[in-house]
């Protein structure tokens, strides 16, 4: 296989230099549209088994949308593919910050429940 073959696909819609989110972008429908494909994209990786490449495509969206309208929806997939990948500790820490950050998200239970501290 090549070396390629874990590197974010170019089809990814921008580099992140070119999708930086400011406050007014985070309501734009085109920026809208780039943080839905990256967060699909993740999602997409993480239900083939990809967790590595579904962190990547977390990684360029939290470097291009930090405040942006899918937070809650990357850090709850963060946590979901840290705990794929058996790192439970790493996915407990993203869990307290998911908390932290959506206190009131009706995805805590869920991700307490699939990779909760008693798993």
Do not use: N, W
């Not at 699909?40 to 088994?49: D, E, Q």
């Not at 969206?61 to 809650?72: I, K, N, Q, T, Y």
């Amino acid at each position: 296989m090549s070396a390629d073959r874990h590197a974010v696909p170019a089809a990814t819609p921008q580099s992140a230099a070119s999708v930086q989110s400011s406050p007014s972008s985070a309501r734009d429908p085109d920026s809208l549209a780039r943080e839905t494909a990256l967060i699909r994209a993740a999602r997409s990786a993480l239900k083939r088994g990809e967790s590595a490449l579904c962190l990547r495509y977390l990684a360029q969206h939290a470097l291009s949308f930090p405040d942006g309208v899918l937070r809650e929806e990357r850090l709850a997939t963060e946590v979901l593919a840290l705990c794929a990948q058996g790192k439970r500790v790493a996915a407990q820490a993203a869990l307290q910050r998911f908390v932290l950050a959506a206190p009131e998200s009706p995805y805590t239970t869920q991700l307490a429940r699939t990779c909760g501290a008693g798993r």
